[in-house]
C-alpha cells in the first residue's frame, strides 16, 4: 500500500512541475524598468549605501563623535575630526569630520552607526548599485556620501531660489 501512495505523490508532484514548465516566464526587466529606479521597488527598511545629512541650513549634520565607527563591528569607518573656526563653518558644532570614508569592501550593512548616531548624520540610502571590480573604488569618500545642498527640502540655495520660495 505504501508504494501506491508513494507513487501517487511522485505523480502529483510530477504533474505540478510540468503544468509550471509550460507556462510563460514572469520576469522584471531590470535595467530597462520605468523610473529613476528603474523599476527597482525598495521596502522603506532597505538599507543600501550610506548618506551623510545636512541641516536646514546646508551645514553637515556630522559632528566627527566618532561613535559610528565606535559602533561598526567591521571596522569600516574612518574618520577624522577637524575644528570649525569662525570663518569657515562647515557644520554647526565645534568640530566636523575632515575626513569621513566608508570601505564597502568590509561593510556589512548592518545600521549599528546609524543607531549610533546622536545627531541623524549618517543614513542609509537606497543606493544599490556598489558592485565594482576594482576594490579601490569601494572606499567611498566623504565627498561621495555627503548628500547635495540641491536634495535639500525648502533650503534656499541663490537669490533665485529665494525670489521662488517667497513667491
Given at each position: 500500500?505504501?508504494?501506491?501512495?508513494?507513487?501517487?505523490?511522485?505523480?502529483?508532484?510530477?504533474?505540478?512541475?510540468?503544468?509550471?514548465?509550460?507556462?510563460?516566464?514572469?520576469?522584471?526587466?531590470?535595467?530597462?524598468?520605468?523610473?529613476?529606479?528603474?523599476?527597482?521597488?525598495?521596502?522603506?527598511?532597505?538599507?543600501?549605501?550610506?548618506?551623510?545629512?545636512?541641516?536646514?541650513?546646508?551645514?553637515?549634520?556630522?559632528?566627527?563623535?566618532?561613535?559610528c565607527a565606535a559602533a561598526c563591528p567591521s571596522n569600516c569607518i574612518y574618520i577624522e575630526a577637524?575644528?570649525?573656526?569662525?570663518?569657515?563653518?562647515?557644520?554647526?558644532?565645534?568640530?566636523?569630520?575632515?575626513?569621513?570614508?566608508?570601505?564597502?569592501?568590509?561593510?556589512?550593512?548592518?545600521?549599528?552607526?546609524?543607531?549610533?548616531?546622536?545627531?541623524?548624520?549618517?543614513?542609509?540610502?537606497?543606493?544599490?548599485?556598489?558592485?565594482?571590480?576594482?576594490?579601490?573604488?569601494?572606499?567611498?569618500?566623504?565627498?561621495?556620501?555627503?548628500?547635495?545642498?540641491?536634495?535639500?527640502?525648502?533650503?534656499?540655495?541663490?537669490?533665485?531660489?529665494?525670489?521662488?520660495?517667497?513667491?
Open positions: 500500500m505504501s508504494i501506491i501512495r508513494d507513487a501517487a505523490a511522485i505523480a502529483k508532484g510530477m504533474s505540478i512541475t510540468l503544468k509550471e514548465a509550460f507556462q510563460p516566464t514572469e520576469v522584471e526587466n531590470y535595467p530597462d524598468g520605468k523610473g529613476p529606479m528603474r523599476g527597482a521597488q525598495f521596502q522603506e527598511r532597505f538599507r543600501g549605501k550610506h548618506e551623510l545629512q545636512r541641516d536646514e541650513n546646508g551645514l553637515e549634520k556630522c559632528v566627527a563623535c566618532f561613535l577637524a575644528e570649525n573656526t569662525e570663518t569657515t563653518r562647515i557644520s554647526s558644532a565645534d568640530r566636523y569630520a575632515k575626513v569621513y570614508n566608508i570601505d564597502y569592501n568590509r561593510c556589512i550593512f548592518c545600521g549599528y552607526c546609524v543607531e549610533a548616531c546622536p545627531t541623524d548624520a549618517i543614513t542609509h540610502g537606497h543606493g544599490f548599485e556598489l558592485a565594482s571590480l576594482n576594490a579601490t573604488s569601494l572606499v567611498m569618500r566623504k565627498e561621495d556620501l555627503l548628500v547635495s545642498p540641491s536634495k535639500l527640502a525648502g533650503t534656499v540655495q541663490s537669490k533665485k531660489d529665494e525670489a521662488a520660495v517667497l513667491a
